[in-house]
Nanobody, 121 residues
Framework: QVAPVESGGGSVQAGGSLGLSCAVS??????MGWFRQAPGKERERIAS???????TYADSVKGRFTISQDNAKDTLLLQMNALKPGDTARYYC?????????????????WGQGTQVTVSS
């Protein structure tokens, strides 16, 4: 399997929007998710989508972020709106070997290198 590759990070002012993409070619029947890690903090899952298209979100991003896939399911997307300085982190795309999304981060087997998102006040 090819490792996921994220793109689309950058710097934005609070209240702005950014979209992240992740190339996930070769993963058709897999749960996928977006994670982030801020300096000095643990990595957290912020959004996931299973093989049926069911999405879940962390409370911290619910209503502001949207996870989706393109029709070919070879690109995972994360649309981030109403960004806050607290959203500043390195964002990672990850793929599970299973179709249903695991509760544990250990259930995600393929990880990208991450892309930096910086939100200024």
């Amino acid at each position: 399997q090819v490792a996921p590759v994220e793109s689309g990070g950058g710097s934005v002012q609070a209240g702005g929007s950014l979209g992240l993409s992740c190339a996930v070619s070769g993963y058709i029947l897999n749960c996928m998710g977006w994670f982030r890690q801020a300096p000095g903090k643990e990595r957290e899952r912020i959004a996931s989508i299973d093989v049926q298209g069911t999405t879940t979100y962390a409370d911290s991003v619910k209503g502001r972020f949207t996870i989706s896939q393109d029709n070919a399911k070879d690109t995972l997307l994360l649309q981030m709106n109403a960004l806050k300085p607290g959203d500043t982190a390195r964002y990672y795309c990850a793929v599970s070997a299973w179709p249903q999304c695991p509760h544990s981060q250990g259930g995600y087997h393929y990880w990208g290198q991450g892309t930096q998102v910086t939100v200024s006040s």
